[in-house]
Structure formats: structure tokens, C-alpha cells
């Protein structure tokens, strides 16, 4: 992932949707198509990232809901934002790569035909 960055560095990708429930949320990402379940502590975590909360607001937010030493939250929550970055949910804008979307991915590659004079 890189050298360490502050959420604000993060951008949540263009095609990533969101249902959200009392039992947690389900990211989709339309362009990948790909699904990505939250419990409720990610969907916390989720909800204080789309309002460019820095990792120590993160943690000083959850440390009020939640019964957990600071490290951990710390811990915990940089792990959760890896694995959104792995998974291309959120990313930094300088290392977005090139994506082509899910449905073109299943479309079947036709080359083109030779022209015949």
C-alpha cells in the first residue's frame, strides 16, 4: 500500500454504491462488479471516511461508541482502509489506475476483420 497516508489522500471510487441497515452496509462497485459487506463498525468507519475524517477522528469517534483501547481502533481501522484500498473502493487519485468497466470485462473481444480488395 505504500507510505502512510491521511484519509483526506483518499478518494471513494466513482462506481461504489451503498445499502446501508442496522446490521452493517453492502458496498457495490458498479464498474467492477464486486460486492463488499461492512458490519456495523465498518459502516461507522465507512460513514466517518466519506466525511474525510482524519484515522485519529476515526479512532476518537469510535472510542466514544465502543469499549476498545485506542491502539486497537488505530489498528483496526488503518487494516479496514487497506483492505478497501486493495479492493479499489477507495484510492489515492495519483495511483488510480485505468479501469475498464465490469460489463466490457464479459463482453467477448472481437478482433477486427481484415478488409478484403
Known amino acids: 500500500m505504500g507510505e ?5 489522500d483518499f478518494t471513494i471510487a466513482p462506481g ?14 458498479i464498474e ?3 460486492c463488499f459487506s461492512l ?9 466517518l471516511l466519506k466525511n474525510r475524517c482524519s484515522i485519529d477522528q476515526i479512532a ?3 472510542g466514544k461508541e465502543f469499549p476498545v483501547p485506542r491502539s ?6 488503518n487494516e479496514f482502509i487497506e483492505a478497501l484500498e486493495a479492493k479499489h473502493l477507495i ?13 466490457s470485462k464479459m463482453l467477448p473481444f472481437r478482433k477486427k476483420q481484415p478488409s478484403v480488395h
Open 4 to 8: 502512510p497516508a491521511t484519509i483526506t
Open 60 to 62: 476518537d469517534a469510535l
Open 16 to 29: 461504489v454504491r451503498e445499502t446501508a441497515s442496522e446490521d452493517g452496509a453492502v458496498l457495490l462497485d
Open 91 to 103: 484510492y489515492r487519485p495519483r495511483q488510480l489506475p485505468p479501469k475498464k468497466s465490469w460489463l
Open 39 to 47: 458490519n456495523p463498525v465498518g459502516l461507522r468507519i465507512w460513514e
Open 72 to 77: 486497537q481502533l488505530l489498528s483496526d481501522a
Open 32 to 34: 467492477q462488479g464486486i
